[in-house]
C-alpha cells in the first residue's frame, strides 16, 4: 500500500540531513532526469547558502563509485538506489534522492519504490527532490514536472499529479491542453514542422517548403503584419484548432496511425515565471534542452540551464539546434536503411547513427517507414566500439505478449548482456556474435 505520509517524512528527513551538511558533491546521471535532479539539489542548495560541487556521469558502477572515496559529503541523485552494495562501502556522509527499484539501507535514501509507489511511471528524480526541497523553494516544481516529461511520464499521474497540483496553486506551473509537438513555443511555424522529428510528419519533416505550403493551405499566415515570423503559441485560438485538424487530417492521408495522431495533442505545461516564448518556458522543450545538454557531453550546461545562468541557456540552444539536426539526418538514413528480418525490423545504425541516439530512431520509424506488427532491433557502436542493440516495440505487441528485455537478456546468453522493460530494451553483443544473436533474437521472437 502506496504511503504518502511516510514518503513525505522520509524526503524532509533527508533535507534535514542536506541541511547540515556544509559543501557536499551532487553527484546526478546524465540524462535530461538526471540532469533536472542534479539542477534542483544546486538550486536548492544555493538557496541554503552552502557552497556544492556538481559531478555528473554516464556511468555509476563500482569504478566510478571508488573514485568518491575522501569526498566527505555526498547527494546522490537520479542514481544510487540500484548500487547500494558499493555505495555502502563509502566512508562518508550520504544522502540519495532515487526512483529507481531499491532497497532499504542504512544510508538515509528517498525514493517512491520504498512507500509502495512506482518509481517509474509516477515520479521522476527531480519529482522526488522537489519533495525534499519544496519548502526551500516552492518554484522548484518546475524542475520536477521537466524531469517527468524527460523520463516521459506522461501523463502525470499519483505523485506526479500531486506535485503539478502544488506548482499549479502555487502559481509556477499552468497547464493547457493543446499541440505536444516541440517548438510549439519557441519555433517560428514553419520551422515548427519541419523541425518535429517526434513523431517523424512524412512530407513535413525536413522540408521547409512543404511546411509552408501546408499553412499557406491552411489558410493560417506565417507571418504578422510586420513580417515577424508568428510562432504556434502565439495563434489565436481559431487559428489553432484549424492548424491541429489540419494536421491531423493530413497526417491520416498519409497512413500515419491514430494512436500517434492522437498523441500529437495533450496536456501541456507553461512556467509563468518563465521568459514567454522560450524553451524555458514549457516543460517539454526545457527536457529536451536538457536531453541535448547530456547527450552532447556538456552536462554543465544543463546544470547552468537549471540554475537560470544565461550564458549556459544560449549555449543550450546551439546544442539544441545541433541534436536536431543529427536526430533528423539519422532518421532519414535509417528509413532508407531499415530491413525486414521476417520476425523483427532490422536497422544497421553501426558507424552512422551515434549510439546515444539509436533507440529514439529505432522508435520514431513506427510512425512512418516501418510496419506495427513486429518490434524492430537497431544496432550502434557505442565509445568503446562495442555493439549496442537498441529494441522497440509498440504497446500492442506487447499486450499480444512481446517482451523485449525478457528476449534481448535470453538471446544475449553467453555472449553478451541484455534487459530492460517489455516495450523497449537493450543489450550489449560481443563482436563477431552479432549473426549468432540475431538468429537467436529472431526465433525467440
Ligand atoms: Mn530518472
Known amino acids: ?27 546526478n546521471h546524465y540524462d535530461a532526469d538526471g540532469l533536472a535532479a542534479g539542477g534542483l539539489v544546486a538550486k536548492a542548495l544555493r538557496k541554503m547558502g552552502k557552497k556544492f560541487e556538481v559531478l555528473t556521469t554516464r556511468k555509476f558502477g563500482e569504478e566510478e563509485i571508488q573514485k568518491l572515496k575522501g569526498r566527505r559529503e555526498i547527494i546522490l541523485a537520479d542514481l544510487g538506489g540500484g548500487q547500494l552494495d558499493f555505495v555502502e562501502k563509502l566512508d562518508a556522509n550520504i544522502a540519495i534522492i532515487d526512483h529507481h527499484q531499491t532497497r532499504e539501507s542504512k544510508i538515509l535514501q528517498t525514493n517512491p519504490h520504498l512507500f509502495g509507489f512506482d518509481g517509474g511511471s509516477e515520479l521522476s528524480a527531480a519529482g522526488c527532490a522537489y519533495f525534499v526541497f519544496r519548502e526551500v523553494d516552492p518554484s522548484l516544481v518546475k524542475l520536477g514536472i521537466v524531469g517527468a516529461m524527460a523520463d516521459m511520464q506522461f501523463p502525470l499521474i499519483g505523485l506526479n499529479r500531486r506535485m503539478l497540483e502544488e506548482g499549479v496553486k502555487n502559481g509556477h506551473v499552468v497547464v493547457s491542453k493543446d499541440l505536444t509537438l516541440f517548438g510549439r513555443v519557441s519555433r517560428p511555424l514553419v520551422w515548427f514542422l519541419q523541425y518535429c522529428t517526434e513523431p ?16 499557406e493551405e491552411l489558410g493560417i499566415e506565417v ?8 510562432k504556434y503559441y502565439e495563434l489565436p485560438r481559431e487559428e489553432k484548432v484549424k492548424a491541429v485538424s489540419g494536421l491531423a487530417a493530413y497526417l491520416y492521408s498519409k497512413g ?23 524553451e524555458l518556458s514549457d516543460a517539454n522543450e526545457f527536457s529536451t534542452v536538457l536531453n541535448a545538454c547530456g547527450r552532447h557531453d556538456k552536462p554543465e550546461v544543463g546544470v547552468g540551464v537549471c540554475l537560470g545562468d544565461a ?22 538514413f535509417a528509413s532508407e536503411a531499415v530491413e525486414d528480418f521476417g520476425a523483427f525490423h532490422f536497422l544497421d545504425g553501426r558507424s552512422v547513427i551515434d549510439d546515444g541516439i539509436i533507440g529514439v530512431v529505432a522508435g520514431m520509424l513506427y510512425s512512418s517507414a516501418i510496419s506495427r506488427d513486429k518490434p524492430i532491433l537497431a544496432l ?19 499486450e499480444n505478449g512481446v517482451n523485449l528485455g525478457k528476449m534481448l537478456s535470453k538471446a544475449t546468453e553467453g555472449i553478451g548482456a541484455g534487459g530492460g522493460h517489455n516495450i523497449a530494451a537493450g543489450a550489449q553483443v ?6 549468432e544473436f540475431l538468429l537467436r533474437a529472431g526465433s525467440l521472437i
Open 1 to 27: 500500500m502506496p504511503d504518502l505520509g511516510k514518503f513525505l517524512k522520509r524526503c524532509d528527513e533527508v533535507r534535514a540531513k542536506i541541511e547540515l551538511m556544509e559543501s557536499p558533491l551532487i553527484v
Open 256 to 278: 500515419v496511425d491514430e494512436p500517434a495522431i492522437r498523441s500529437l495533442v495533450g496536456e501541456t505545461y507553461n512556467f509563468p515565471d518563465e521568459v514567454q516564448g522560450t
Open 430 to 435: 560481443e563482436p563477431g556474435r552479432v549473426n
Open 311 to 332: 550564458a549556459a541557456v544560449q549555449e543550450a540552444q546551439s546544442l539544441l539546434l545541433l541534436h536536431r539536426r543529427q536526430l533528423r539526418a539519422a532518421v532519414e
Open 380 to 398: 550502434a557502436l557505442n565509445e568503446e566500439k562495442q555493439v549496442k542493440v537498441s529494441g522497440r516495440a509498440t504497446k500492442k505487441l506487447c
Open 200 to 215: 517523424y510528419l512524412p512530407g513535413l519533416t525536413g522540408r521547409q517548403a512543404h511546411c509552408a505550403q501546408f499553412f
Open 223 to 230: 507571418k504578422d503584419a510586420e513580417g515577424k515570423w508568428r
